[in-house]
């Protein structure tokens, strides 16, 4: 089996929050698009926290989040993952993102939101041991995946709120 490649982070130098999925899915890996799945709720979140409309295009969305100094990544740059759950990760074929070279370009980054359990799990086991990073906080929020659903889009949403929150207060 191939492994499956994440996107490069959507990004300016002026970020000062950083959300972070484990690796794409199979919909938003076809599509080219993070969070591409129509079931998956990072987009209407994104519109209801920071006004980002969902039925944009997709670069124009990807641009809004830019110019309220939020990027967009994968804790994963590839892997082996039958399907698209991350629990189908095999472990053995993991290769991290370039975290230390993404921090030197990006220094303002003050927080980093977690898409879910699995995206802050492999930040811990494969970025965080390698990173001497001070003052970066680090916050796991609901993923927005259609595969969790225990808690409603509207539990999710005020979750997700703390985002808008970072980015206000590090402009």
Same mark, same amino acid.
């Given at each position: 089996?191939?492994?499956? &490649? ?5 990004? @300016?130098?002026? $970020?000062?929050?950083?959300? +972070?999925? *484990?690796?794409?899915?199979?919909? #938003? ?31 124009? &969305? ?5 110019? @309220?100094?939020? $990027?967009?990544?994968?804790? +994963?740059? *590839?892997?082996?993952?039958?399907? #698209? ?87």
């Amino acid at each position: 089996m191939n492994p499956v &490649r994440s996107f490069p982070p959507s990004a @300016r130098p002026d $970020a000062v929050v950083l959300l +972070l999925g *484990s690796m794409p899915g199979e919909a #938003s890996l076809k599509a080219g698009q993070y969070y591409a799945h129509p079931r998956n709720a990072f987009w209407p979140i994104i519109e209801a926290v920071l006004g980002i409309r969902r039925d944009l295009p997709y670069g124009d &969305r990807l641009t809004a989040l830019a110019e @309220r100094r939020i $990027a967009l990544w994968d804790v +994963l740059a *590839s892997c082996v993952r039958p399907g #698209s759950l991350d629990s189908s990760i095999l472990g053995s074929t993991v290769v991290p993102n370039d975290f230390p070279g993404f921090f030197r370009r990006h220094p303002l980054i003050r927080a980093v939101f977690f898409n879910g359990a699995k995206a802050e799990q492999a930040w811990k086991r494969w970025v965080a041991p390698s990173l001497t990073e001070p003052g970066i906080r680090l916050v796991r929020l609901p993923s927005t995946s259609p595969a969790h659903a225990g808690l409603s889009l509207q539990q999710k949403t005020d979750a997700w709120r703390a985002v808008a929150e970072a980015a206000r207060q590090g402009k």
